[in-house]
């Protein structure tokens, strides 16, 4: 009991964990006879439905940096910050398209797996170990200390650890199940995450209503934001000019205008959503139609997600700019959670309970898809090449425990530097680098015969290398104003090229330096896929869905152009 929270809101999380809780060991007694089946415990034996498919997408998906970082940077950059969540349902509906198409055709069900069928297997292994890094390093130590943070400081500010363990431990019972009780638990946490989320946006705005006079309805608080804060309602920041603000300049090297949309966004939203184990194993196991529906609906719901993440942000900057809120905790960060504190008792509760819903969620899903890289594509191919079903089980939930314990101690006491760049900014910065060489690697070995093994390692290490230099370097290389005049002063005494122009430009010359590469090799290459045109072709409702989903981006952009 606290300042902050009090029996209610505690009473409102321990109804919404008992839940959870029965629902997963319920699916996973249903499941138990099936209990050592290897195939049941990592793919969901493929019983997902389309609708726990796009659930699952989107609760492993929105976790702690959505919530915190996302909500931090609509404080900061405005209702541009949606354009990572509304050009992910475009990258989702590419996905549905054309990708998993061709990993359900080839029967792939790891991405190292891809890599193996499709190049060979030092790419497939240097790759699952990479992931494997990346997965328990940054992925999960960000997810668990943002989650943390953001919990104890609703908490009273005394309880950092004890927090950790908890949401680590709630994790590992849901994770220890396999992916049907990750998938089929992750539909009460989004429901749980959208409805908490959904509250905290309605009493935000009813706030801001309240406080210019407007009275308490959510429609009016809405218009105060536009009336107030009109800046944060363009999707393009403007390109700086000789006379900008350091401020300005700032927002623009954050997300850089029209150029976003040329360059980086895509390519991030493209190497998540279609080359990444954490989500595309969600639909591995269905058939292509239940995995198509599955991602459209998960794209639609991506629509709404910015109502959830972003607003309480821009309401967090309206009431600070006015001096109705008078200190943010961690900065721009510490949005989300000042606007939790207006919300009335269980109402809270239920806020907490969302949150905890999409960091859990995402923990979850995390360590299970370390789970199956780890057992499927290292330990079963390298360490115990005949292991049993059985086995390869229980080898998974070693794996998923030795995962959260190694997140757990490099979080305790920040090791890796997470709180000292913010966890939104510490997923972005070592994603970043690598997701170009990553994405060129699997766009052309599944739509490029030509591409060729060689091509592929060059790539990954090229886009790295490249990431780095476009990064680091190109400023003090190539000077401010050669590369499309793009680099600024970023406030420290140097300067800097947008993040998203530097992954543009470094896939566009790792695609052109493995296309040189590969045409260099054998002309003719024995482990290209086969593409049956067939497997592209939509059902009428598959269109519908696409169709209705693109009109709302549309008419979205041509409101807040």
Known sequence: MNKNLEFADYAVFIIYFIIVSLYGYAIYRKREKNEHDAKAYFLAEGTLTWWAIGASLIASNISAEQ?????????????????????????LIIVAVWFIPVYLKNKIYTMPQFLKTRYNESTALIMAVFWLFLYVFVNLTSILYLGAVAINGLAGGEY???????LAFFALIISLGGMKVVAYTDVIQVAVLIIGGLATSYIALTTVGHYFGFGENAIAGFKVLMREAPEHFKMIIPRPTETSSQLEINKYLTFPGILSYLAGIWIINLNYWGCNQYITQRALGADLQTARTGILFAGILKLLMPVIVMLPGIAAYVLY????????????????SAMLTFLPTGLKGL???????????????KVNSISTIYTLDVHKKYIQKGASDRA?????????FAAMLLAVLFTWDDVLGIGGVGGF????????FISPGVF????????????????????????????????????????????????????KGGFEIPFHICMGLSFVFTMLLMIAVSFAGPKVNPKAFELDTTMFKLKPQTTVLIIITLLIIFALYAKFW
């Open 351 to 365: 806020s907490v309970a969302a949150l905890t819903a999409a960091i859990v969620a995402s923990l979850a899903g």
């Open 160 to 166: 950092l650890h004890t927090i950790m363990i908890g």
């Open 440 to 491: 060129a690697m699997f766009f052309l070995g599944m739509f490029w015969k030509r591409t060729t093994g060689t091509a592929a390692v060059v790539g990954v290490i090229s886009g790295f290398l490249l990431s780095v230099l476009f990064n680091e370097y190109a400023p003090m290389l190539f000077g401010n104003e050669t590369l499309l005049y793009t680099a600024w002063p970023n406030g």
């Open 67 to 91: 919530f915190i970082g996302m909500s931090g940077e609509g404080f900061f950059l405005g209702i541009a910050v949606a354009a990572y969540e509304w050009v992910a349902a475009i990258a």
């Open 321 to 336: 700019q006015n001096g109705h809120l008078t200190q943010l905790v961690g900065g721009k960060d510490g949005a989300y």
């Open 392 to 400: 390869q089980v229980n080898i998974g939930r070693y794996a998923v």
């Open 425 to 432: 900014t510490y997923i972005q910065k070592y994603t970043g």
